[in-house]
């Protein structure tokens, strides 16, 4: 597989860790599915704008060095629990502003 491709997994799947944890929250659940997808998307995006901006992370599958690796996963949870958080918030701010 591509180092390209192995960053990606990895920051998918710790994007969709943060989210579910994120998502714990009962103010910003999205439920499971909504946790892991939002997770999801905001690691895999997050972590490919991390990368940009830190050369070293985005050759960390390349040169097998575990602190990159650990790095894509921080930055991919990060990036993950992040966006969950804002879509958590602003969907439930929605739904309350519907409340009679």
């Given amino acids: 597989m591509s180092a390209m491709l192995i960053n990606l997994i990895i920051q998918v799947v710790s994007g969709a860790i943060g989210g579910n944890i994120a998502g714990a929250s009962r103010n910003i659940n999205l439920g499971g599915l909504g946790n892991t997808v939002s997770g999801a998307i905001g ?57 009679v």
């Fill in 43 to 99: 690691g895999g995006l997050g972590g490919q704008i991390l990368g940009l901006f830190i050369p070293m992370l985005s050759s960390a599958a390349a040169n097998m060095d575990i602190g990159a690796l650990i790095g894509q996963a921080a930055g991919g949870g990060v990036a993950g629990a992040i966006l969950t958080a804002i879509v958590g918030a602003l969907k439930n701010r929605g739904a309350g502003s519907q409340r």
